[in-house]
């Protein structure tokens, strides 16, 4: 079963707009909330995380918000550059168990 | 350079045939963890360690995988008589293994079972 959900195989943004990723998570128990960018051949290269006392962490062009009810978490990237295209993985993890749970993965392309 | 390393980057092996990889964490890292990525699909938790310990094997990892983590410090993953549905891109990542600390990954050992 897939505990971390990324519906959107692929998202098309132009340059210089804003890029919204969304996941879904169905593990209650997560309480750490990460996203990785990943290019071509490389390995998965963290961006931005989250933690579950928390709705919204902020890092440059990065934005994550979390909305526990809903079980659902965003990356904003605003505004997005060429360097933007890449492959997004949302992940988690439980606080006591520690491993982390990825999502499928949004591919995300920015158009000049 | 002081990341994570991943040795090979490719192999090739028939079906059948015992293949070993290594992983060279970041060196204060206690947690290391080994995934498997195929195309189309996140990385997949195959299993992980706190120092030499391993502490989790996830259903994916047949008897035919062993990881081992001697010392604490790299760690090995060996597939004996692999398959073809083995071929995937194995992925290595370590952390400090407190709460709430992200993993850093290598750059992958891609595996092709032919």
């Known amino acids: 079963d897939q505990q971390v959900k990324q519906n959107s195989p692929s998202l098309s943004v132009q340059e210089g707009r804003i890029s919204i990723l969304n996941c879904d998570y169905t593990?209650?128990?997560?309480?750490?909330f990460l996203w990785y960018k990943k290019y071509p051949a490389e390995g998965p290269t963290f961006l931005i995380s989250?933690?579950?006392?928390?709705d919204k962490n902020e890092d440059g062009r990065f934005t994550v918000f979390l909305n526990k009810s809903a079980k659902h978490l965003s990356l904003h990237i605003v505004p997005s550059q060429p360097g933007d295209s890449a492959v997004y993985f949302c992940?988690?993890?439980?606080?006591?168990?520690?491993?982390?749970?990825f999502g499928k993965g949004t591919r995300l392309h920015i158009l000049p | 350079d002081t990341g994570v390393s991943q040795d090979p980057r490719h192999k090739i092996t028939k079906r059948g045939q015992n293949v070993t990889f290594r992983c060279d964490p970041i060196?204060?890292?206690?947690?290391l963890y080994w995934y498997r990525q195929t195309l189309g699909q996140g990385p997949e938790f195959l299993t992980y360690?706190?120092?030499?310990?391993?502490?989790?094997k996830s259903r994916l990892l047949s008897d035919r995988f062993s990881a081992e983590r001697p010392k604490g410090s790299f760690s090995t993953l060996e597939i004996q008589r692999t398959e073809q549905g083995d071929s995937a891109m194995y992925l290595c990542?370590?952390?400090?293994?407190?709460?709430?600390?992200?993993?850093?990954f290598g750059q992958g050992t891609r595996l092709t079972v032919v």
């Open positions: 989250i933690s579950s006392i928390k």
């Open positions: 060196s204060e890292h206690n947690r």
């Open positions: 360690f706190q120092n030499e310990a391993q502490l989790e």
């Open positions: 990542a370590s952390s400090l293994g407190s709460v709430g600390t992200e993993a850093f």
């Open positions: 593990n209650s128990m997560f309480d750490y």
């Open positions: 992940a988690a993890s439980v606080w006591r168990d520690d491993k982390i749970i």
